[in-house]
């Protein structure tokens, strides 16, 4: 059946293998190559997201950590390919950690000498830049498209007679084909799921479910805005009830399912995770939220602001506050009593919509009266190219009326940009109420008022600029006057006298703005505003001629403003928007709104995105996890004719049978998988694999493990597997308990730690990587999880070891 064999050249750093001889007793220790914790090699910073130091390793670091590795093959020339996972452990702190292949060359200490050491020679990143990833990356936006431990989390690799390699990825699972540079060469190949036909066996990071697609695109707009010079980190603003969690912290109903006719598929809610995007280092504040349970459900979540129509209501929840448990509220507030924009941001929606028709001077002043920490705001922009304030591309007649007296309905409205910004502030008021009903009985907002004796700040400062009323659509140039004149209205003007005057006049002086481009690019709306480019260069101007880049941020449904602002005003923060009201194939339908920017147009992903995709209610349970976290496949191996790979899921499926692991067989040739698959049972105290390769054609070896380290650890061991009939469990026999393997020659003497002198042990977490050099010797390495393993000594970051084993019993014969 012709065993595989990795046959010891004379090379001086391979393991010098002995003469025909009888096995020892049990597995003793061969030969021993150690690689130290802090091995570096040329690259990008890394580990910005993975924490606080760790085991006396200071993060993050100026290069690209080596380790660890989750997979080995032999080169035949004394070197060997290992393979780095996905980083630092999730998805979330590894976007800057780059996938690669290093060749190491071990000089291992044996009993016929060797220095014990482990030389890193080169290496060649996975990159993708034929864009045959058809989702979000890290490094979307680049030529090259390096591949990330936030993009996939690789954990096996096998090399192919054509000299191509195959990954094996746990994010998916997919399986991941690159030529021997590291270039993709073909999309990721998913697992389908043959207990329910139609559908693949997923996991929670798998980038074609919405629940997974936050981080990724943030990732990709994050880079984007780095590699122009921008280190301010990208803000997420989604539609609250998307929020994973809100809905039981609030009592938000999910997405409701949508009308017949729609072509809108139900769909969950609990698709953003705040842990997880802070994880990655983003700031999260949700829109729009009015409520106050709802407000403190998300306080709870730790989001880091709120927008709000009711900027007294939102005050009165943060104020209310006890963000850190002793019992005392007021936490977020500052000693003069204001709210502390270091620790919330508390977002005045439109200035203050519930209280103060939207987007006027009064509303901003409403949302100044209420110490909000930012007046949110849209724009439209004029004929002549002044920024104006103004939610819908259109002067609404629900909103706005003629200032002359004469009528204005829908039939008369005008676009913003086909008027003057003096057409639109003498034309025009817009003072009106919002109503429920077509009769004008039900308030929308009950607070809601236009009186103008409520907001004598908007009424001074009209007069003083020559404004016709108070209520005259303001332009971004009279907001930023006004919040000054507001300023000093409480500070030495009429309103020096009121009882809020002094906290009135500090939150004004330090008060931002959240300013948004009102763009809609779907095909039916995109001619009724300016184009995303010189839309955002309006905004911008009017910011920065007043100097206002630390105070002012730009934000937008419309990626392609957005990224516009990154690549020519590096100084400016961004506001990615996300939210979901669907436009139904039927328009007519009640509901139907105009799509926001989630929802595709056509079979495309709509223009809103900036080219990124996005898996469109694809979400649970229509799409189970089925596949656990860190639960893909960490093993693969390939069969000798080289003709198909046996990926092995880590865990157990949701739904399968308890203990019992999955290799499917898929065929090279026809890129599919045959159906045919294999179990593995785990032992009473295995948890996961680490490891899978063949031996010939029906014999392998599996590191089986616990999930402990040091005195903790118990599990560590190689198992030999026979594979049997399809559907059926494998074979299964102890090859070695890594933690007891004889050290009669003292090979691993002078080392420092649990675990060495006459029993050598492997007491470390993960053991990913297995190679076979003959029928009774096999070479084992550890994965470091670099910084975070400390298998040997508590506190002090593993070193990576390269160790061969004289098994007692030789391989093929089970």
């Not at 979330?92 to 190491?104: G, I, M, P, Q």
């Not at 400062?461 to 303001?474: C, I, M, Q």
């Not at 469990?729 to 007891?740: E, I, S």
């Amino acid at each position: 059946m012709g065993l595989l064999v990795s046959v010891a050249s004379c090379a001086n750093n391979e393991p010098r293998l002995p003469e025909p001889e009888p096995p020892p007793e049990k597995p003793q220790l061969f030969g021993r190559a150690v690689l130290p914790a802090d091995t570096f090699a040329e690259g990008p910073a890394s580990g910005e997201f993975s924490g606080t130091n760790k085991n006396g390793v200071q993060i993050p670091f100026a290069k690209q950590p080596v380790q660890g590795f989750s997979a080995v093959l032999d080169n035949r020339d004394g070197s060997y390919l290992v393979m780095s996972d996905n980083g630092y452990g999730s998805m979330e702190n590894s976007a800057d950690f780059h996938l690669r292949v290093y060749t190491v060359r071990p000089s291992f200490k044996s009993k016929q000498g060797g220095s014990g050491s482990l030389a890193v020679e080169k290496f060649f990143e996975l990159r993708d830049p034929d864009k045959k990833v058809p989702f979000a990356i890290t490094n979307h936006f680049t030529a090259e498209r390096v591949l990330t431990g936030a993009d996939f989390d690789i954990e096996s690799m096998q090399r192919t007679q054509d000299g191509t390699f195959w990954f094996g990825d746990e994010f998916g699972p997919f399986l991941l084909h690159t030529d021997n540079t590291g270039k993709l060469l073909e999309a990721p190949i998913p697992l389908p799921d043959f207990e329910n036909e139609g559908r693949q066996l997923r996991a929670p990071q798998n980038p074609f479910s919405e629940e997974a697609s936050a981080v990724r695109v943030m990732n990709a707009v994050r880079t984007h805005a780095r590699a122009h010079g921008n280190r301010k980190a990208p803000v997420f603003s989604p539609a609250y009830a998307l929020i994973d969690d809100a809905n039981a912290a609030t009592g938000v109903p999910n997405r409701l399912a949508p009308p017949a006719g729609s072509g809108v598929a139900a769909s969950t809610s609990d698709i953003f995770n705040v842990a997880s995007l802070h994880s990655a280092g983003y700031p999260v504040v949700p829109w729009t939220v009015n409520d106050p349970a709802a407000m403190k459900g998300l306080l709870a979540l730790k989001v880091d602001g709120i927008i709000s129509d009711q900027s007294d209501v939102l005050f009165q929840a943060v104020r209310d506050f006890d963000a850190n448990g002793d019992g005392t509220p007021g936490d977020f507030l500052d000693a003069d009593g204001l709210i502390d924009r270091t620790k919330f941001d508390a977002q005045g929606h439109r200035g203050s919509r519930g209280l103060r028709p939207e987007n006027t001077l009064p509303a901003m002043e409403a949302g100044l009266d209420n110490l909000v920490t930012t007046l949110e705001t849209d724009t439209g922009i004029s004929t002549d190219g002044i920024p104006v304030l103004d939610h819908d591309p259109r002067i609404e007649a629900a909103k706005c009326r003629r200032a002359d007296g004469t009528p204005y309905t829908t039939a008369d409205q005008v676009l913003v940009k086909d008027l003057t910004v003096a057409q639109v502030q003498n034309q025009f008021i817009c003072d009106l109420l919002l109503y429920k009903d077509p009769g004008r009985t039900v308030q929308t907002y009950p607070a809601q008022s236009n009186d103008r004796s409520l907001s004598p700040v908007s009424v001074a400062f009209a007069a003083n600029k020559g404004l016709p009323d108070a209520y005259t659509k303001p332009t971004l140039q009279n907001l930023f006057d006004f919040v000054k004149f507001y300023a000093e209205y409480y500070k030495s003007g009429a309103g020096a006298s009121h009882p809020n005057a002094v906290k009135r006049a500090r939150n004004a002086e330090r008060v931002r703005f959240n300013i948004e481009t009102k763009i809609n690019p779907r095909a039916a709306y995109a001619a009724r505003t300016l184009a995303p480019a010189p839309f955002a260069e309006a905004v911008v101007k009017v910011i920065l001629d007043n100097g206002m880049a630390e105070r002012a941020d730009v934000q937008s449904f419309d990626f392609r403003s957005l990224l516009h602002v990154q690549e020519k005003y590096p100084q400016l923060r961004t506001v990615y928007l996300f939210g979901d009201s669907p436009v139904y194939a039927d328009p007519s339908i009640t509901g139907s709104d105009e799509g926001t920017n989630l929802q595709p147009e056509g079979d495309h992903t709509t223009p809103w995105l900036g080219g990124l995709p996005w898996p469109y209610r694809s979400t649970a349970p229509g799409f189970t996890f089925r596949v656990l976290g860190s639960g893909g496949f960490e093993g693969m191996a390939l069969t000798p004719d080289g003709k198909k790979l046996l990926p092995l899921l880590e865990k157990t499926l949701v739904g399968g049978k308890n203990k019992t692991l999955l290799i499917h067989e898929f065929d090279i040739e026809s890129r599919r998988y045959t159906g045919v698959k294999y179990e593995y049972v785990l032992e009473e105290k295995g948890t996961n694999i680490g490891d899978f390769i063949l031996v010939d054609d029906t014999h392998g070896l599996v590191i089986e493990r616990d999930g402990f380290e040091r005195d903790q650890a118990v599990h560590k061991a190689i198992f030999e597997v026979k594979l049997t009939e399809n559907g059926k469990p494998v074979q299964k026999r102890l090859a070695v308990d890594l933690m007891k393997i004889a050290d009669p020659n003292g090979i691993s003497s002078g080392s420092e730690g649990l675990g060495v002198g006459e029993t050598f042990s492997f007491p470390f977490t993960t053991i990913e990587d297995v190679v076979v050099f003959d029928r009774r010797h096999i070479g084992v390495i550890n994965d470091n999880n670099y910084p975070f393993g400390a298998g040997r000594r508590e506190g002090k970051a593993e070193e990576t070891e390269f160790i061969v084993i004289d098994l007692d019993q030789e391989l093929g014969k089970l």
